[in-house]
């Protein structure tokens, strides 16, 4: 005779059943009518790519929004892929390494609303198997599951990335591919899945400077070959100068922290930015950028501390370590807005299981503020009425949240005894 269910796990059955036909309805909303205003450009880059185009606009002035590469907006305007912000009519600019145009070439020969439905259904399985990775690799009973899989479905960053029509549920998925082969034995295999993500986003490179301070060399080695070898591709296939134009023009738009008026950076330089100029305008730019890198420094070098000794460590440790990265990532990177924020599905794994686990009100409370901080409030944190002032302090609630976590992170490590 079979046991009975828990009704702790059906009740959370109920409600994560009614959260995905949630999520599910609105992403064909989105296939239907949405912008999906990042996938637009990947969209176009690929067509242009096709044609022997540049897709990339380095003389684009972020703070305006004005495209100047006029075969770009001409592509656009056929393929319907402009969008509006008031009088401003235009696509975003192509952000990503080279390679990143190569997997949505495919989606070229598809019709521009047809290829916006193909790449949200290919997202939304994207999304399943990472959450499906992740909870293998961090152990994750029934009751964990579906409460992590609540949290993720009422998540702000996830709607956000899915309305955006993202690339991040594909390096979400190749990074929990990465976590899930690296704790069940599989370096290689993990290690090739850090490298395609790497090359399509070059941040995950983190967590292969991760992989030799825990000197798991296989995993190391494989990730740097792949990136290598995706990278040369992107080269021989979308050309040499488009990689130069990327690594000297477009990159260093996104090296530094936020503008005056502009508040959708959450990593700590961003804060520091928009926090420093709101509340002492007087002071330059560059001042509080510097005073952001140090910062972003000193997190790092921190986590280099708590992370000592080099070397192997117990397979209990690994993930919860591999979480830690994970937002020390979001922390220090020099641009980090709200649809990254998909990328706290690991830490979020490792803290809902600790917190169901110990039964720590304490815990309890600050994961739950940083849920709200994070997941529960919408785009008012970028209101411009907080740009000056006291208020802009009440514009750094994102980066308080990936703050909470981080210092939550470090109560999941435990004692670093090396493997045996």
């Given at each position: 005779m079979r046991g009975r269910v828990p009704v702790a796990v059906l009740a959370l059955a109920l409600v994560v059943a009614g959260l995905a036909a949630r999520f599910a309805v609105r992403t064909l909303q989105t296939a239907r009518h949405g912008d999906a205003r990042d996938f637009a450009i990947l969209y176009t880059g690929a067509h242009l790519f096709r044609?022997?185009?540049?897709?990339?606009?380095?003389?684009?002035?972020?703070?305006?929004g004005v495209n100047r590469n006029a075969a770009l907006v001409a592509e656009a305007r056929r393929l319907g892929t402009l969008h509006a912000h008031d009088s401003l009519v235009h696509i975003h600019q192509f952000s990503y390494p080279p390679f990143a145009v190569l997997p949505f070439v495919p989606f070229s020969a598809l019709g521009w609303r047809h290829a916006v439905g193909a790449w949200l259904a290919l997202s939304a399985a994207l999304l399943v198997a990472a959450f499906a990775w992740i909870a293998r690799a961090a152990g994750l009973g029934a009751v964990a599951a579906l409460t992590l899989a609540a949290i993720f479905l009422t998540w702000e960053p996830l709607e956000n990335s899915m309305g955006l029509g993202q690339i991040n549920q594909l390096v979400l998925a190749l990074l929990a591919l990465f976590v899930w082969a690296l704790a069940s034995g599989r370096a290689a295999l993990g290690g090739a899945a850090l490298g395609v993500a790497t090359a399509l986003r070059v941040h995950p490179a983190l967590f292969i400077g991760w992989l030799a301070w825990r000197g798991k060399w296989r995993a190391f080695g494989v990730a740097c070959l792949t990136a290598v070898a995706c990278t040369a591709l992107a080269a021989a296939t979308v050309g040499w100068a488009a990689t130069a134009e990327y690594v000297t023009r477009v990159a260093p738009q996104y090296g530094y922290g936020t503008v005056p008026g502009q508040l959708g950076n959450l990593s700590l330089t961003g804060w520091i930015v928009a926090t420093g100029h709101g509340l002492v305008p007087s002071l330059p730019l560059g001042a509080w950028r510097a005073a952001g890198a140090v910062?972003?420094?000193?997190?790092?070098?921190?986590?280099?501390?708590?992370?000592?000794?080099?070397?192997?460590?117990?397979p209990a440790r690994l993930v919860p370590e591999l979480g830690l990265v994970a937002l020390v990532l979001l922390l220090i990177a020099p641009n980090t807005t709200i649809n990254h924020l998909v990328f706290t599905l690991l830490p979020l794994a490792v803290l809902v299981d600790a917190t169901l686990r110990d039964g720590s009100l304490g815990r309890a409370a600050w994961l739950a503020l940083a849920l709200v901080l994070i997941g529960a409030v919408d785009d008012y944190y970028q209101h411009p009425g907080l740009t000056a002032g006291p208020a802009?302090?009440?514009?750094?609630?994102?980066?308080?949240?990936?703050a909470i976590l981080a210092a939550l992170a470090l109560t999941t490590l435990g004692r670093p005894v090396e493997a045996t």
């Open positions: 044609h022997g185009a540049s897709f990339y606009e380095p003389d684009m002035v972020n703070s305006e910062a972003s420094l000193a997190v790092l070098a921190g986590a280099v501390i708590v992370l000592r000794p080099p070397g192997p460590v117990a802009v302090l009440l514009a750094g609630i994102k980066t308080y949240g990936l």
